[in-house]
């Protein structure tokens, strides 16, 4: 009988020491890449005229972010959120925040949460909060 009534008081602790914190949503990382080298043509027909076509030295196109999604997944990386120019409104110690989640697809949080780390099980809830056990 003492057993159980134990455990839901264990339960309630373990539930107290879950942590929630404010997420905003944040854009993915932009990789930029070099252009790729044109192709070379050995041998053209006789008569025939070339031209060499310039490309680019390098294409940027900015992602915006997408609403937040709940659900349940893990952190896959930790970084230093990107900051603006002079007057930002991105605090100091806000970090970029990958999660892997449940239905395989990775969404990018902002947040100045503090003890997170790679692997950890997370819960993105509808009303904007990541949620740690």
Not at 10 to 17: D, E, N, S, Y
Not at 30 to 57: C, D, E, K, L
Not at 100 to 126: C, F, K, L, N, Y
Request: charged content about 15%; hydrophobic content about 45%; overall charge neutral.
């Amino acid at each position: 009988m003492r057993n159980f009534v134990l455990a839901p008081l264990a339960l309630a602790f373990l539930a107290a020491c879950a942590t929630q914190d404010k997420v905003t949503s944040a854009p993915p990382p932009v990789v930029i890449a070099p252009a790729q080298a044109p192709v070379v043509v050995q041998q053209q027909p006789a008569g025939s005229t070339v031209f060499v076509q310039q490309q680019p030295g390098m294409v940027v196109m900015p992602v915006s972010a997408q609403p937040l999604r709940a659900g349940m997944g893990r952190i896959e990386s930790i970084a230093p959120a990107p900051t603006a120019a002079a007057g930002s409104s991105v605090h100091e110690s806000t970090k970029r925040v990958a999660i892997r989640m449940a239905d395989g697809s990775v969404q990018h949080v902002d947040t100045v949460a503090t003890g997170m780390g790679i692997g950890d099980s997370v819960e993105i809830t509808s009303d904007g909060y990541m949620k740690r056990s």
